[in-house]
């Protein structure tokens, strides 16, 4: 989570320094990859673990 941070605190401070493709690779692959695996790994072990509570 550092990592992501410190790329937060990169952007938002020392924008002129970004790569533009960079960025743009992110927004475009990298998020809905991530998002992807949330979805498909992740939520159903949450749902499974709420579950289990009650």
């Known amino acids: 989570m550092s990592r992501a941070y410190s790329k937060r605190n990169s952007a938002a401070h020392q924008y002129d320094d970004l790569d533009p493709q960079r960025v743009w690779r992110t927004l475009t692959r990298d998020i809905p990859a991530l998002r ?17 509570d009650k």
């Open 36 to 52: 992807a695996y949330l979805v498909d790994e992740m939520l159903p072990q949450l749902l499974n673990d709420q579950g289990s």
